[in-house]
């Protein structure tokens, strides 16, 4: 399995292009720039899906070699895209694949829902390409072209804001994404409020929730706000602690806020923007 890292910031990107916090401030400084969450993945080197879609996905895609459509003129190895949540930041990106000739898009029940209603995104892009929408039941196995197998399981419940008032329960998902032929078992969070272990037994590689240090760092960053487990984020400073003996072989955080001293210091668990694996 092939994993490339397209994008490692939370929502916005660092640094944000309306922010003068320090976090900002110091990336503009150091130069560093991270784009939206966004990961691509694939068995054969040849279909490849995306695991979120961010805002940035253009730029993305342009900056992995391997997603370069042809040899056809429309031809393009991205076959679909694995949504695991409806925030605006790991949707939006659809828009961006709507010249596809076709494409699938899956998700738990309650978010292909809230894509279609309050958000209208599903019926926006019905009027320019063939897309297959693909609930996903938690717990059961889906394959993939390619080869890879997938497994949500349901992680949160955090709804973005233009559903606050829309119903159910699996609005965030993890995944787990296994090569039948390598064994190789890639599983991504990038939003967790609370750590089972068992979620990354036996992971050759774990892409988990970096969006915050701290536990109060919006507080401080801004002087009001939540905390980071009020907003569904369970913070990099617990998690370390929990995940002394993680049953992982390597753990990687990912989905970084601005706020986030990570996203400029990095680290050698912080992941970066264009880092590939092979698992």
């Known amino acids: 399995m092939k994993v490339r890292l397209l994008g490692t910031a939370a929502g916005g990107g660092v640094p944000q292009w309306n922010c003068a916090c320090d976090g900002c401030a110091a990336a503009r400084r150091a130069g560093v720039a991270r784009s939206q969450d966004c990961v691509a993945i694939s068995g054969d080197q040849r279909s490849w899906y995306l695991l979120n879609a961010s805002p940035d996905l253009r730029a993305q895609i342009l900056s992995a070699p391997e997603l370069a459509p042809g040899p056809g003129r429309r ?72 080869g890879l197998r997938v497994c949500a399981t349901v992680v949160g419940a955090k709804r973005p804001r233009y559903a606050a008032d829309a119903d159910g329960g699996d609005w965030v998902v993890a995944y787990r994404i296994t090569d039948p032929r390598t064994g190789g078992v890639l599983v991504y969070a990038p939003c967790l409020p609370a750590f089972d272990p ?43 602690r929990t995940l002394t003996r993680p049953g992982v072989r390597r753990l990687l955080y990912t989905h970084l806020n601005n706020t986030n001293p990570l996203a400029v210091g990095g680290g050698e668990d912080v992941a970066e923007d264009g880092l590939t694996l092979t698992l």
């Open 198 to 240: 068992s979620l990354v037994e036996g992971a050759d590689c774990a892409l988990l929730d970096g969006t915050f240090l701290d536990e109060d760092e919006m507080v401080r960053a801004t002087g009001g706000g939540r905390s980071a487990t009020a907003m569904g984020h369970l913070p990099v400073s617990v998690s370390r």
């Open 75 to 146: 031809d393009t190895p991205i076959r679909g895209v694995l949504l695991s949540t409806a925030e605006l930041d790991h949707a939006l990106g659809l828009l961006t694949l709507r010249e596809a000739e076709a494409l699938s898009v899956y998700a738990s029940a309650t978010v292909l829902a809230a894509l279609d209603g309050p958000l209208g995104l599903r019926r926006a892009l019905a009027a320019y390409t063939d897309v297959s929408w693909q609930a996903l039941a938690p717990g059961e196995d889906i394959h993939l072209n390619g």
